[in-house]
T-cell receptor, first 113, second 113 residues
Framework: DSGVTQTPKHLITATGQRVTLRCSPR?????VYWYQQSLDQGLQFLIQ???????AKGNILERFSAQQFPDLHSELNLSSLELGDSALYFC????????????FGDGTRLSIL | DAKTTQPNSMESNEEEPVHLPCNHS???????IHWYRQLPSQGPEYVIH???SNVNNRMASLAIAEDRKSSTLILHRATLRDAAVYYC??????????????FGKGTLLTVNP
């Protein structure tokens, strides 16, 4: 058990809709990272927050946004959903603001119909 | 951005050593080399990382070439639970839009009983 909790585990919605994915980091970790894993693109880094502030940005679309709250949980908002957004979305956390994450959640599987 | 190249798949027998190679010929001087693995239906799991010197931990060893253009993850005695996709990752940059986090496509390791 990594200590990172992601909800929901599965999400099915339609094109054009908006969804919110939630992540609670491992206790004591201040950094939260979001990744997208699809069959054709592999594992792609989206964005990182550290103690409530955006720390690093990767291949995140403008239709996607994220934030980290004072209690350190994070939400990834995906809007105007397209079929190509179907993927596994992983949240990860670590204590430090530097370097890749140490602990990954089990992901939210998003299916766009 | 620096990229990594890994074999698509490798096979090993249980209780034998496994050497998983990764080429990163365009690595920069400040890039760290990280290895993760992803078991079926789970999020990625951190394995090991290094910069220049070889590294050992309870999970594996990391051997880094002198010119740093390649590295090898060594599992000393493979078990069935080591069957996973292994990712070789370069990490560098200083945050913001220039943050580099490049994942290789990974090597699918099959362990035979």
């Amino acid at each position: 058990d990594s200590g990172v909790t992601q909800t929901p585990k599965h999400l099915i919605t339609a094109t054009g809709q908006r969804v919110t994915l939630r992540c609670s980091p491992r206790s004591g970790d201040l950094s939260v990272y979001w990744y997208q894993q699809s069959l054709d693109q592999g594992l792609q880094f989206l964005i990182q927050y550290y103690n409530g502030e955006e720390r690093a940005k990767g291949n995140i679309l403008e239709r996607f946004s994220a934030q980290q709250f004072p209690d350190l949980h994070s939400e990834l908002n995906l809007s105007s959903l397209e079929l190509g957004d179907s993927a596994l979305y992983f949240c990860a956390s670590s204590l430090s603001s530097f370097g890749p994450p140490q602990h990954f959640g089990d992901g939210t599987r998003l299916s766009i119909l | 951005d620096a990229k990594t190249t890994q074999p698509n798949s490798m096979e090993s027998n249980e209780e034998e050593p496994v050497h998983l190679p990764c080429n990163h010929s365009t690595i920069s001087g400040t890039d760290y080399i990280h290895w993760y693995r992803q078991l079926p239906s789970q999020g990625p799991e951190y394995v090991i990382h290094g910069l220049t010197s070889n590294v050992n931990n309870r999970m594996a060893s990391l051997a880094i070439a002198e010119d740093r253009k390649s590295s090898t993850l060594i599992l000393h005695r493979a078990t069935l639970r080591d069957a996973a996709v292994y990712y070789c990752i370069l990490e560098g940059g200083s945050g913001g839009s220039n943050y580099k986090l490049t994942f290789g496509k990974g090597t699918l390791l099959t362990v035979n009983p």
